[in-house]
């Protein structure tokens, strides 16, 4: 069974990868700001191994599924890191969506149960397109 209690170094994951959603975002607001973009992606990093521990964050990175999106958050970062950020971080969304798709269905559903903002959720158009993606499995 798989547990799901919160030790302390699953909240010091959480919180690092929460920083480098921050620090990301900063850096795109400052104008694509080549450290900020790069403190962001090492945090992000660091917090999804701290958070899934780190043989399952080389699984899910290194699954024959997952190469793609691996292959372009890798170059993306890459980018960011030798002074392209715009090139770098176009790479990076395209990677992240690639490897994150498979936790839409269970976005969806945690989006549909939130109190006020679920009842815009659970309306036919919108849930019909979260009915298309959610027969899918997660990848992790």
């Known amino acids: 069974m798989v547990s799901f209690e919160m030790n302390d170094r699953k909240k010091i994951g959480l919180g690092l ?28 990093f660091s917090g999804v191994a701290l958070t899934i521990g780190l043989k399952s ?7 024959r599924s997952n190469y793609k999106g691996t292959t372009a958050f890798g170059a993306g970062f890459f980018f960011v890191i030798i002074g392209w950020p715009i090139l770098g ?16 269905p269970t976005l969806s559903v945690f989006l549909q ?7 815009i959720f659970q309306q036919p158009f919108v849930r019909s397109l979260f009915d298309r993606y959610r027969g899918k499995r997660v990848p992790v």
């Not at 964050?57 to 699954?63: C, D, E, G, I, R």
């Not at 990677?95 to 798709?101: E, K, N, Q, T």
């Open 17 to 44: 990868t929460g920083f480098g959603v921050f620090f990301s975002f900063l850096g795109i607001i400052f104008f694509f700001d080549k450290g900020l973009i790069a403190m962001g992606n090492i945090l992000f």
């Open 57 to 63: 964050s080389l699984q899910f990175f290194m699954k």
């Open 113 to 119: 149960k939130i109190p006020i903002l679920g009842w």
């Open 89 to 104: 971080m176009i790479l990076e969304a395209y990677g992240f969506i690639v490897l994150f798709s498979g936790f839409w």
